[in-house]
């Protein structure tokens, strides 16, 4: 793995370790998938499951849960939607910038107005199509009950492109090893349902943009150049998730 890698997994838990930004965020995603699943049932919203079983990995309460749900279907509550920007930043990285957001007029100008202090630009819709792929990405815990060459094999049929081993940081200053694995987005529903039919406990599951084609950034200054810009704008209430083209 690269020294960019292992620099932007050691701020993680800083970025996303603000309760008071992360819980508004992962509730406006409940939010929508309940709302577009057309369930506030998770059993009956896959979508939605998915959601909440994201918000419960970060330790979010069960009563902000049931509130983002309920959000969903309240006549006051106004209308959020899933939206992605793409950009230019320093030094060849490009982003893919997904927000969630009742305004995106508002949004928008913040975005713009963060990426133009950080020497970066918005970029037109569809501009880095080649840089990234659109991927449904799974992860779970390893477990010697896992044997990993049968459940590719098995999931080959659901969309599955790629397995790979990981660890994750723990607070407590331990790594905990984890399976990842990477199929077709539009597969996400289908590989959702292979790998909960398995009885295998997915930690977290979400549509991502992977790049084709990762840069290395040596240079420890303009490392924390990318890394501040990517910092101010999860900062944004309505920004999701940043992902680059860095190794």
């Known amino acids: 793995m690269g020294r960019a890698f292992e ?35 998770p059993d009956m919203n896959a979508k939605l499951r998915t959601a909440i079983m994201n918000a419960k990995a970060q330790n979010m309460p069960k009563d902000n849960i049931e509130a983002a749900i309920k959000r969903a279907f309240s006549k006051d509550t106004a209308d959020i939607k899933e939206i992605v920007y793409e950009a230019k930043a320093p030094h060849g990285v490009q982003m893919m910038i997904t927000c969630a957001t009742d305004n995106n007029t508002r949004t928008v100008a913040n975005v713009r107005a963060i990426l133009r202090k950080g020497n970066a630009e918005l970029l037109n819709s569809g501009s880095l199509n080649y840089i990234f792929s659109k991927k449904s990405v799974f992860e779970f815990d390893k477990s010697d009950d896992i ?66 084609t990762p840069i290395k950034i040596d240079n420890e200054e303009h490392l924390e150049e990318i890394e501040n810009l990517i910092e101010k704008l999860e900062e944004d209430d309505d920004v999701q998730k940043v992902y680059t083209n860095l190794e």
């Open 7 to 41: 620099y932007r997994k050691a701020a993680k838990m800083k970025r996303w370790g603000t309760m008071s930004k992360l819980f508004p965020k992962l509730g406006k995603m409940i939010t929508i998938a309940a709302k577009e699943g057309g369930s506030p049932d």
């Open 147 to 212: 044997d990993l060459e049968e459940l590719e094999l098995e999931l080959i049929d659901f969309g599955l492109e790629e397995v790979e081993e990981d660890v994750e940081p723990q607070e407590s200053g331990e790594d905990k090893e984890i399976i990842r694995i990477y199929g077709e987005f539009e597969s996400f529903g289908a590989l959702t349902k292979a790998l909960e039919d398995k009885g295998i406990e997915i930690k977290k599951a979400n549509i991502e943009y992977i790049p084709n």
